[in-house]
Each structure stands twice: as C-alpha cells, then as structure tokens.
C-alpha cells in the first residue's frame, strides 16, 4: 500500500469515485463488478489508460491483472486516446444493401481530405455490426446518438455539425491526459512490467 503522502493524486473526479464504490457493492466479488467499473471510467476519461487501472487497484482494490485481462478482452474498451467522435456506421445487411459502405467511404474520405490539408477533424470512423433498427438503414451513431437513414450526404452534413459543437467532457479529459504526456502517445505497455 502507498504511503498517505507518496500517494498519487486521484485521477478520477468524485462522482466517478462514488459510482465505482456503488457499482462494488452491487456485486458479490469485485471481478464481477469490473465491466461496468470499466465502462464507467471510459465514460468520464473517453479511454482507459495504464494509470486508470493502477488506480482502480490501489484505491479499490480491483487486481491489475483481472482488469488489464478484461480490458484487452473486450474491443469495446478504448486502450488509447480516441477522437472527441466516434462516428459508427452499421455495415451488416440492411444497411450494407442500402449503401453504408458509401457512407463509411465518404466519411473516411473527408477525414483523410482534411488530415492531408493538416486541419485534422476530431472524428475517426468505424464500421458496427448492426443497432438493431434496420428499417431506417443505413445507421449510424455519433458517440451515444443514433441517425437513421444516413447516406453519404447526410453523415458529412453530420460531421460538420458536430465539428462546430463544445468538445465532449470526455474528450477535455483524454486531451488534458495526453497533453500531459507531451503531446505525444506511447501505447501502454501491459501494466505492473
Ligand atoms: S442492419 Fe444496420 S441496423 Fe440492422
């Protein structure tokens, strides 16, 4: 256990302390706790990062090892700093025969347009398996928010809607963190080596 003074400063807010003490006692071992724990924690901090897992085990008591395994397990846990916004775009059948593969594309394409301009946009793009409401294909989320029937048009026209808002808290949170390495990201080398 670290000594009181050598203890480093808690890198998570109270609230986020108060909803990992609560979600402990609602499981009956700490292993079964650490799903939603990790959720949690990407919900404030936008990724998980090495030093989030140190935390979660010197002040909750969570092993390193059993949350590092659940971690790399799961690809739903972001393991680096992400872009303010995700844009997810359904690529599964309904979606995919009405074209998302051309929306993928034209968001992909007016990412790479910028970066090559060095205006990076604060968006990265993936393709899902489908959200469950395939007769508005194509779909697509922009973080939490779900849009129906988005062709290419339509997510560009997204994209720059949300290029104009107030970045996300979270994504304050993962750009304070790596200003605070240099600018620069390191992948995280597996914890406790
Ligand atoms: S196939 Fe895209 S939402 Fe179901």
């Known amino acids: 256990m670290s000594h009181p003074e050598?203890?480093?400063?808690?890198?998570?807010?109270?609230?986020?302390?108060?909803?990992?003490?609560?979600?402990?006692?609602r499981y009956e071992t700490?292993?079964?706790?650490i799903l939603p724990i990790l959720h949690a924690v990407q919900d404030e901090r936008d990724w998980i990062s090495p030093e989030d897992v140190q935390e979660l085990e010197r002040?909750?008591?969570?092993?390193?090892?059993?949350?590092?395994?659940?971690?790399?397990?799961?690809?739903?846990?972001?393991?680096s700093p992400p872009k303010p916004y995700r844009l997810e775009?359904?690529?599964?059948?309904?979606?995919?025969?009405?074209?998302?593969?051309?929306?993928?594309?034209?968001?992909?394409?007016?990412?790479?347009?910028a970066q090559a301009e060095g205006r990076p946009l604060p968006f990265e793009v993936h393709?899902?398996?489908?959200?469950g409401v395939c007769g508005y294909a194509p779909v697509a989320l922009v973080n939490k928010d779900r849009y129906?029937?988005?062709?290419?048009?339509?997510?560009?026209?997204?994209?720059?809607?949300?290029?104009?808002?107030?970045?996300?808290?979270?994504?304050?949170?993962?750009?304070?963190?790596?200003?605070?390495r240099g600018g620069k990201y390191e992948p995280p080398a597996p914890v406790g080596q």
């Open 6 to 25: 050598t203890r480093p400063a808690s890198r998570f807010s109270p609230k986020l302390k108060e909803t990992i003490t609560s979600l402990l006692g």
């Open 30 to 33: 700490k292993r079964s706790s």
């Open 59 to 79: 002040d909750f008591g969570l092993s390193v090892v059993d949350v590092t395994e659940v971690l790399t397990f799961y690809t739903m846990y972001r393991k």
């Open 89 to 113: 775009v359904c690529g599964s059948i309904s979606c995919w025969l009405l074209g998302s593969d051309d929306t993928l594309r034209a968001a992909a394409e007016k990412i790479a347009a």
């Open 127 to 131: 393709r899902v398996e489908c959200l």
């Open 148 to 180: 129906l029937n988005v062709t290419p048009a339509e997510a560009l026209r997204l994209m720059d809607d949300y290029a104009k808002r107030p970045l996300p808290e979270a994504a304050k949170v993962a750009a304070a963190d790596l200003a605070a």
